[in-house]
C-alpha cells in the first residue's frame, strides 16, 4: 500500500534573505522505501539572538528523521505493531506516547546543538555584533555567562510518518501539516494559539518536549491521506487566505500528476517557490510531501474547478469591497444633484422658464450632475458584473457537487 507513495523534500531561500546576502534559515529532508515514508521541515528563527537558526533547523531535520526511523526500527524489531493500534484507539496512550516520541527528539536536537557548540565556540560571533544589533535583546548578555545557548540555534518542526501500518504527524512552532483526504484538504494537526504573527513557540523553549502537538492513526482506516503535506510558515503567509494556499497545493498536484515528480522539484526549485516568496511572504520555504499520485488523478477536473472558483471567489470580494467603497460617495453626490435639481427647478419658476427644459440642461452644464451620472454608471456596471458572477459562482458549485457524486 505505501509502496505506491512518493516523497520529497525541499527548500528555497526567500526574497528577504537574497536581498540582505544571507543564509536560508529553513531546512527539509525526507525518507522513502517500500515500507515507509519521512517528510521533515524546519524554520529557522529569523531573530538577531538566533544567528545559528539555519543550523539549528538542520539539526531539528537531522533530529527529527532519527527519531521517526528509531521508532519504525523498533516497531519492526519487536513486533509493536499491536501495541501502536492498541494507543491509537486510546486518547491518553496516544498523548503519553507522543510525549515520549517528541522529548527523544527534543534530547536529540539539544545534544546535537551542544555538540556543534563545543566544536564552534561563540565568543568571536558574539565580538561581531554591533550595539544596534543586540539592542533589547537580554539574551546576549546570558550568552556571554554560558546560558541559553541553545537558542542561537531555535527553529520550528514539522514532521511526518506513514507506514503500512500507522500515521503519525507532529509539529512545534508555526508552518502547516496538511493531508488530502476523499473529502479533501485538512489540518489534521491541532493549532497552537501561542503561534500568532512573528511570534512562534520554539524548540529552544524549556517546555519543547509538551508543546509538540500531534496526530497519530492507523493506516487501516479507509480515509487514508492520499497526499500528506509539510510546510514552513514563508509559503502560507504568502497567500491572503486559506483557500488561496490550498489552490497551490492544488497546482502542485496536478503537475505532479501531468509532470512526474523528478520535474516537478525542477520546477519548484528553479523559480516557482521563489516567484511565490518574492511576491507574497520574501521569507524561506520548505516543503515535503508524501503522495499516492496515481489516487490524485480522478480528482483533477475537481482541482480545476475548485481553482477556478477560488479565483472568482477573489473576484466577487473584490467587487463587493469596491462597491461598498463607492456607495458612500455616490449617495454624497446624489444628495448634492438633487439640491442642484431643486435650485435650478426652482429658477426656471421664478424666471417663468420650462422646467423639463431646465433639467434635460444640467448634465451639460452642471459638473456635479454630470459627475454623479458617469459615477452611477460605474456603479451600476459593476452591480451587473458581480451578479453575473453570483451566477457563475452557482454553476460551479453545481458542476463540483455533481463531480463529488
Known amino acids: 500500500m505505501i509502496d505506491n507513495y512518493e516523497a520529497f523534500a525541499l527548500s528555497v531561500i526567500g526574497e528577504s534573505h537574497i536581498i540582505k546576502n544571507t543564509e536560508c534559515q529553513d531546512s527539509s529532508g525526507y525518507y522513502s522505501d517500500k515500507k515507509y515514508k519521512i517528510v521533515v521541515v524546519s524554520d529557522g528563527h529569523g531573530d538577531t539572538a538566533c544567528f545559528r537558526s539555519h543550523i539549528g533547523s538542520k539539526l531539528a531535520v537531522r533530529a527529527c528523521m532519527e527519531g521517526l526511523l528509531t521508532l519504525v526500527c523498533e516497531t519492526e524489531k519487536n513486533s509493536?505493531?499491536?501495541?501502536?493500534?492498541?494507543?491509537?484507539k486510546n486518547r491518553k496512550l496516544q498523548k503519553e506516547f507522543c510525549r515520549q516520541l517528541s522529548g527523544g527528539i527534543v534530547t536529540r536536537w539539544n545534544s546535537m546543538v551542544?555538540?556543534?557548540?563545543?566544536?564552534?565556540?561563540?565568543?568571536?560571533?558574539?565580538?561581531?555584533?554591533?550595539?544596534?544589533?543586540i539592542s533589547g535583546h537580554k539574551l546576549f548578555e546570558e550568552y556571554r555567562k554560558g546560558k541559553h545557548l541553545n537558542h542561537i540555534y531555535g527553529a520550528t518542526l514539522i514532521g511526518a510518518l506513514i507506514t503500512d501500518d500507522f500515521i503519525i504527524a507532529l509539529q512545534h512552532g508555526d508552518g502547516k501539516c496538511i493531508?488530502?483526504?476523499?473529502?479533501?484538504?485538512?489540518?489534521?494537526?491541532?493549532?497552537?494559539?501561542?503561534?500568532?504573527?512573528?511570534?512562534?513557540?520554539?524548540?529552544?523553549?524549556?517546555d519543547a518536549a509538551n508543546s509538540f502537538r500531534y496526530y497519530i492513526s492507523s493506516s487501516d482506516d479507509k480515509d487514508l491521506p492520499r497526499a500528506v503535506f509539510v510546510a514552513t510558515d514563508g509559503i502560507e503567509d504568502s497567500y491572503d487566505n486559506n483557500e488561496a494556499m490550498l489552490c497551490f497545493y492544488r497546482i502542485l498536484l496536478n503537475d505532479l500528476c501531468g509532470f512526474g515528480k523528478e520535474q516537478t522539484i525542477v520546477r519548484l526549485e528553479n523559480g516557482w517557490l521563489s516567484e511565490i516568496s518574492k511576491k507574497g511572504s520574501a521569507d524561506d520555504m520548505s516543503l515535503g510531501c508524501?503522495?499516492?499520485i496515481d489516487s490524485i488523478r480522478p480528482s483533477l477536473k475537481e482541482f480545476e474547478l475548485k481553482n477556478e472558483l477560488c479565483a472568482?471567489?477573489?473576484?466577487?470580494?473584490?467587487?463587493?469591497?469596491?462597491?461598498?467603497?463607492?456607495?458612500?460617495?455616490l449617495e454624497y453626490l446624489k444628495?448634492?444633484?438633487?439640491?442642484?435639481?431643486?435650485?435650478?427647478?426652482?429658477?426656471?419658476?421664478?424666471?417663468?422658464?420650462?422646467?423639463?427644459?431646465?433639467?434635460?440642461?444640467?448634465?451639460?452644464?452642471?459638473?456635479?450632475?454630470?459627475?454623479?451620472?458617469?459615477?452611477?454608471?460605474?456603479?451600476?456596471?459593476?452591480?451587473?458584473?458581480?451578479?453575473?458572477?453570483?451566477?457563475?459562482?452557482?454553476?460551479?458549485?453545481?458542476?463540483?457537487?455533481?463531480?463529488?457524486l
Open 179 to 206: 493531508f488530502l483526504k476523499k473529502d479533501g484538504f485538512c489540518e489534521p494537526i491541532p493549532w497552537d494559539d501561542r503561534c500568532i504573527m512573528n511570534i512562534t513557540t520554539s524548540l529552544c523553549d524549556v
Open 312 to 329: 472568482l471567489n477573489e473576484q466577487i470580494r473584490d467587487i463587493e469591497d469596491h462597491l461598498d467603497s463607492m456607495s458612500g460617495k
Open 290 to 292: 508524501i503522495v499516492d
Open 80 to 88: 509493536y505493531e499491536k501495541k501502536l493500534k492498541d494507543i491509537i
Open 114 to 133: 551542544k555538540n556543534h557548540l563545543d566544536e564552534n565556540p561563540i565568543l568571536d560571533e558574539l565580538e561581531k555584533f554591533g550595539a544596534d544589533d
Open 335 to 404: 444628495k448634492l444633484c438633487e439640491e442642484e435639481i431643486n435650485t435650478e427647478e426652482t429658477d426656471a419658476i421664478n424666471n417663468n422658464r420650462n422646467v423639463a427644459e431646465t433639467a434635460n440642461e444640467i448634465p451639460e452644464k452642471n459638473c456635479i450632475v454630470s459627475e454623479y451620472t458617469q459615477y452611477k454608471r460605474r456603479f451600476d456596471d459593476l452591480t451587473k458584473g458581480l451578479k453575473e458572477a453570483y451566477i457563475k459562482q452557482n454553476e460551479l458549485l453545481l458542476n463540483i457537487d455533481k463531480i463529488k
